[in-house]
């Protein structure tokens, strides 16, 4: 687990042990034990397991590949996450996603555990054959650890429907007569994945944002009259247009953007959108929806030649695939990779608002620069929950084998979220503690309490 996610989790517990009204069952040294044994539990995930996958490729060789299941946490549910093919796949990495979804799902009240999965490869140097025997050779070697009351995988980076739909598949010939639909979530809607699945995650984080800066401040649940210099930060941008940068455009930036562009409740302009080749920017603001259609049809890639802008229809500047990071602009939205804001680079941001699509993609010292400087960070447990909410709705609808409507699901997930967002705005905008922070000790709060119930701590 990385230090930032630690120290988090670790501050979580400290405020709780703190707060006399937490658990007072718990007195003097048998609290402090107890605390001591929520730290330990909390910061270790339950098992790790690793494989190399022996796959036959195309060219007639065998080779081995490092693959990689964390099952941190199953105490509010079966374990619960996705499962991710990048070259940059470790045992660590995996660790720390996996106790990242412990804690997003704990959030947002889903009931499951956190789990992540992982193949050290780049899918882009794969057959579309290669991938797929390298799908059912994850589910083989995985095959007694997963089950949908057991560990429930998803799409992450670099894997999307077509890879749950053969791993659910595999899944199912390898388990006859047992129940399959939910052993594996964010399938193709004709294979029992649900509606709105795919957009989910995007629709998620382009709405934490809206709610912050407009539903929430007209709500009864508004804050005018708060010192709080975030709340200052809110006030100060509410009712004004608003440039926005969005970094990654796949499943999660293209959506967030598109969202973005659509809405009606905020006077947004959409100025820079990246991918892993470069950033487009427009101060007018771009076209989105032209460039969706122009990476659907481009393997998923912006198009990154003036001849490709024109094929595209839009009109931007082509800059490196940095520069998304640095632009003048209030609001930047982290949806490709971790690690993207680091101490080394921090001081060159200029947005007061930072969306966080991915998973951890500010680092912790970068953070804490971050929350001094008063910019307000939506943490990825908040803010990217929206899709293993839906791959919630979608473990039930598998479950009952009855179907929602697309209007439904985003219904259930709008109010899913919002709830969540009432549950903690209010503690963030009455104190100084840093949105990551309020979030984390509301999540460790929920875990903690039901380990205590559940007789974990003695
Ligand atoms: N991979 C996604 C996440 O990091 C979704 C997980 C899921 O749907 O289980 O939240």
Not at 329 to 352: F, H, M, T, W
Request: include cysteine; charge should be neutral; charged fraction near 20%.
């Amino acid at each position: 687990m990385t230090s930032k996610t630690s120290a988090v989790i670790e501050r979580s517990l400290q405020n709780l042990l703190e707060d006399a009204a937490y658990l007072p069952v718990l007195q003097d040294e048998i609290r402090a034990k107890a605390f001591k044994s929520l730290a330990s539990i909390l910061s270790t995930p339950n098992r790790m397991h690793k494989s190399f996958l022996r796959v036959p490729l195309d060219n007639g060789e065998v080779t081995r590949i490092p693959a990689f299941r964390t099952q941190h946490n199953d105490t509010l549910g079966p374990y619960k996450g996705g499962i991710r093919f990048h070259e940059s796949v470790n045992e660590d990495e995996v660790i720390n996603l996996a106790a990242l979804m412990t804690l997003k799902n704990a959030l947002h009240e889903v009931p499951f555990g956190g789990g992540k999965g992982g193949v050290a490869i780049n899918p882009r140097n794969y057959s579309a054959r290669e991938l797929y025997l390298i799908c059912k050779k994850y589910v083989q070697y995985f095959s007694d650890i997963l089950g949908p009351d057991k560990d429930i995988p998803a799409p992450d980076v670099g894997t999307g429907e077509r890879e749950m739909d053969w791993m659910m598949a595999e899944y199912k010939s390898i388990n006859p007569g047992k129940p399959y639909r939910g052993s594996f979530t964010g399938k193709s809607v004709i294979n029992g994945g649900s509606l709105g699945r795919r957009e989910a995650t995007g629709k998620g984080v382009y709405f934490t944002f809206r709610y912050l800066l407009h539903d929430f401040l007209q709500g009864q649940h508004g804050f005018a009259g708060s010192s709080n210099s975030f709340a200052q930060t809110v006030m100060a941008h509410a009712g004004r247009p608003l440039k926005l940068a969005v970094q990654g455009f796949g499943n999660v930036g293209s959506i967030v953007a598109l969202e973005a562009y659509q809405c009606t409740k905020l006077q947004n302009k959409i100025v820079a959108v990246s991918d892993r080749n470069s950033t487009l920017y427009n101060a007018e603001g771009l076209d989105i929806p032209a460039l969706i259609g122009y990476a659907q049809t481009h393997h998923g890639d912006l198009p990154n030649t003036p001849e490709g802008l024109a094929e595209a229809n839009v009109k931007a500047e082509i800059r490196g695939r940095e520069d998304i990071l640095y632009l003048d602009v209030e609001v930047l939205v982290l949806a490709a990779l971790e690690d993207q804001i680091r101490a080394d680079n921090v001081e060159r941001i200029k947005a007061s608002f930072i969306v966080e699509g991915a998973n951890a993609p500010v680092t912790g010292d970068a953070d804490q620069i971050l929350l001094d400087k008063g910019c307000i960070v939506i943490p990825d447990i908040l803010a990217n929950a929206g899709g293993v909410i839906v791959s919630y709705f979608e473990w039930l609808q598998g479950r009952e084998t009855q179907f929602y409507s697309e209007a439904q699901v985003f219904e259930l997930l709008h109010d899913k979220m919002k709830s969540t967002m009432n549950a903690i705005y209010p503690g963030y905008f009455g104190n100084s503690r840093s949105l990551r922070q309020i979030c984390y000790t509301h999540a460790v709060m929920k875990l903690s309490t039901n380990l205590y119930i559940q007789g974990k701590l003695y």
